[in-house]
């Protein structure tokens, strides 16, 4: 997938629903949650409220949740298809097409393995009217998703952050294999933090880079914690939403990654801020 296909692609599968409902998902008074306060929200809050979306192709809905203390919505996909051929609009055909929910829970998993808890936000098993699910949380003070920015060409106030943001970006969908990443599902809040959603079409088998040239910087911690990765700590995280093979593909591909930045040296790694 060629790199303006990344970026400026609108097929909008997770978030069509975001845009449609509108950016205010935080109730005024909510307070901050931890990342495992929100896990624990997401799983066992009470549903009060759905709303579906018409224009979105995985079934994605809306959800307002609340445990009599605190109101916030979540976004639900129960998209499940495995396929052993799919042909894209561009006429690419894909072998072993798979688009499911679980690769949204399986990537947040691996993001928080990683030290990425501030990248993707929290996704987790749960039923919806009968059907597994991902319940995902609901962005707070969303503003715009990455096609807006740019079909708007707003420029992001401070370009050093958001360079490593988006190359920190550009290591996780490499390292997942989530060939469907495209500018809808980066999403910008008021403090032009991004925000990556619908990993649903990542982790293949694939033992090589889907595309090596958007490889160019890496946080040096982040670095780190790729090379401790094994299939143990993987397995344990990740199943049973990833398989045996799609692991094995993984480390391959973290093999690749590390590789490639070992080779470039010093340079090409840097200290990126942390979100509180």
């Known amino acids: 997938m060629n790199t303006n296909r990344r970026r400026l692609a609108t097929s909008g599968t997770f978030l069509v629903a975001l845009l449609a409902w509108g950016p205010n998902s935080l109730r005024s008074d909510t307070p901050v949650l931890t990342i495992d306060q929100q896990e624990t929200f997401l799983r066992t809050a009470k549903i009060i409220s759905a709303k579906g979306n018409k224009k979105g192709v995985t079934d994605t809905v809306r959800v307002t949740l609340t445990d009599g203390k605190i109101t916030h919505d979540a976004s639900v996909q129960r998209i499940y298809e495995h396929k052993q051929t799919y042909q894209l609009s561009s006429g690419t055909t894909i072998l072993n097409f798979k688009d499911t929910y679980e690769d949204n829970i399986a990537a947040w998993k691996l993001a928080r393995v990683l030290g990425l808890g501030d990248l993707l936000p929290p996704s987790v098993d749960r039923k919806y009217q009968g059907q597994s699910a991902s319940f995902t949380w609901y962005i707070d003070d969303f503003q715009m998703d990455e096609g807006d920015r740019i079909a708007k060409k707003i420029q992001p106030p401070d370009q050093e952050s958001w360079a490593k943001q ?25 403090q032009w933090r991004i925000w990556l ?5 990542s982790f293949r088998t694939d033992r090589s880079l889907q595309d090596p040239k958007m490889l160019s910087q890496c946080d040096r911690a982040l670095l780190a914690r790729l090379k401790t990765l094994d299939e143990a700590t993987l397995t344990k995280a990740l199943r049973p939403y990833v398989s045996k093979d799609e692991i094995k593909g993984l480390l391959a591909r973290r093999d690749l990654i590390v590789k490639f930045f070992d080779a470039k040296g010093e340079g090409a790694l840097f200290d990126r801020p942390l979100w509180h």
């Not at 959603?197 to 079409?201: L, N, Y």
């Open 197 to 201: 959603i619908d990993q649903s079409r």
């Open 166 to 190: 988006i190359n920190v970006m550009h290591v996780f969908d490499q390292l997942i294999y989530n060939w469907d990443s495209n500018a809808t599902n980066l999403l910008i809040d008021k």
